[in-house]
C-alpha cells in the first residue's frame, strides 16, 4: 500500500472541493458598520489614521447607510461627537443630540433595511474625555449609571434598535435594561460590550472620535490585556443582568477571549475589529507589503472561526462588497 495512506490534500486540489468542506463562513450578513457622525460639520471629514473612514454629517452617513444595505450589511453602529462638552457629558442625553438626530434620519430613509445601534458612552461627551461622571480625580461607577440611563433611554425614543454600552461600568447592563423596561421599551435589546480591554489598538479611533482623556488613562475600567479569565466572567454578568448579545474588543489579540466566551454561554456573540487593527492592514498595503483585499478577508474569516456571530468592522462596507462579488 502506498505510503501515506491518509492525503488531506485530496480535498484542497481544487476551489470547488474546498468550498465543500470549508468549516466557517464569510458573508454580508455577519458584518456591522462603525460610523462617525460629527456636529456642525459642513462636510464629512476624513479620518487621517483611518484611511476610508469619514467623520460624517448626518446627511452623508445616511448616504453611506444607503451604501450598506445594498451592499447587503445589516446593521451600523453610531458614534457621535458633539459640538460641545461638559464635564457631565449632558450632551449625550439631549433628545436633539447628533445621535438621535441622525438615528430618526437613518431611520426615515432607511426604514428596517437596517439594523440601528447606538454604542452608549460619555467618553465623546464629557470635557475630560473619560467615561463616566469624575468625582475626586476618578470616575465613579454609580453616578455614571445613572447618565447611562438617561443616554439610553434617550437612544430608544430615537429609533434605535440596539443600545451598546461601552463604558465598562459594573451594573450598565442592569441599569440599562431595568430603565428600558420600565419606560415601555422593552424590545429595544443590549449589545454590551462585555469583555473591553485597556488596549493600544483604539488610538485612531480616539483621534476618529475626539475622545481621548485629558488625565489618566482607562486602565482602572477597561479589562487588562494579561487576564483571559477575567473577561468570562465580565460576559457572565452582563448575560444575568439581560444582555441580548456580548462583544469582545479588540478582536484580533483576543481570539482566545473570544472563543472562551463563546464556548462558555453559546450566546449570540460579537466582535469588535477595532481601529488600530485596521489602520494596520490599510498601512501595510499602501507600503506594497501585502495585498488589502486578501488579507481583509483572511481576518474576518479567522475572527469568525473563533466564534464571532457578528462582526464590528471598518471594512464592511469593502467585505460586503467583495463578498457579494464573487
Not at 431611520?107 to 465623546?124: K, Q
Not at 415601555?184 to 443590549?190: K, L, P
Request: with cysteine; charged share 25%.
Amino acid at each position: 500500500m502506498a505510503f501515506p495512506e491518509q492525503r488531506l490534500r485530496r480535498l484542497r486540489r481544487t476551489e470547488r472541493l474546498r468550498d465543500m468542506v470549508r468549516e466557517t463562513s464569510l458573508a454580508p450578513a455577519d458584518l456591522i458598520a462603525p460610523l462617525f457622525v460629527k456636529e456642525g460639520a459642513g462636510r464629512p471629514l476624513p479620518i487621517a489614521a483611518m484611511p476610508g473612514q469619514m467623520q460624517h454629517t448626518a446627511s452623508s452617513l445616511v448616504e453611506e447607510c444607503g451604501a450598506l444595505a445594498e451592499a447587503g450589511v445589516p446593521g451600523v453602529m453610531l458614534f457621535g461627537i458633539p459640538a460641545r462638552k461638559d464635564d457631565a457629558g449632558s450632551a449625550a442625553w439631549d433628545p436633539e443630540g447628533i445621535v438621535q438626530h441622525t438615528l430618526r434620519r437613518v431611520r426615515a430613509e432607511a426604514g428596517e433595511r437596517l439594523v440601528l445601534i447606538a454604542d452608549l458612552c460619555l467618553c465623546e461627551y464629557t470635557s475630560h474625555g473619560h467615561c463616566g461622571i469624575v468625582k475626586e480625580g476618578a470616575v465613579d461607577n454609580d453616578a455614571t449609571l445613572g447618565a447611562y440611563a438617561r443616554i439610553a433611554l434617550s437612544y430608544a425614543e430615537a429609533g434605535a434598535d440596539l443600545i451598546a454600552p461601552s463604558g465598562m461600568m459594573d451594573g450598565q447592563v442592569r441599569m440599562i435594561r431595568r430603565t428600558l423596561d420600565a419606560a415601555g421599551h422593552a424590545g429595544v435589546g443590549i449589545l454590551a460590550y462585555a469583555a473591553k480591554y485597556a488596549s493600544v489598538f483604539f488610538e485612531p479611533f480616539r483621534h476618529a472620535a475626539e475622545n481621548a482623556p485629558r488625565f489618566g488613562d482607562r486602565r482602572g475600567y477597561q479589562l487588562d490585556p494579561a487576564n483571559g479569565a477575567e473577561a468570562v466572567r465580565e460576559a457572565r454578568l452582563d448575560i444575568e443582568e439581560g444582555a441580548d448579545i456580548v462583544m469582545v474588543k479588540p478582536a484580533l489579540p483576543y481570539l482566545d477571549v473570544l472563543a472562551r466566551v463563546k464556548a462558555a454561554y453559546g450566546m449570540p456573540t460579537a466582535a469588535y475589529h477595532v481601529s488600530g487593527e485596521y489602520a494596520m492592514l490599510k498601512a501595510a498595503a499602501a507600503n506594497g507589503w501585502l495585498n488589502e483585499t486578501a488579507a481583509m478577508l483572511e481576518v474576518l474569516t479567522a475572527i469568525r472561526r473563533a466564534g464571532a456571530d457578528l462582526i464590528l468592522t471598518y471594512f464592511a462596507r469593502a467585505a460586503a462588497e467583495r463578498l457579494r462579488g464573487g
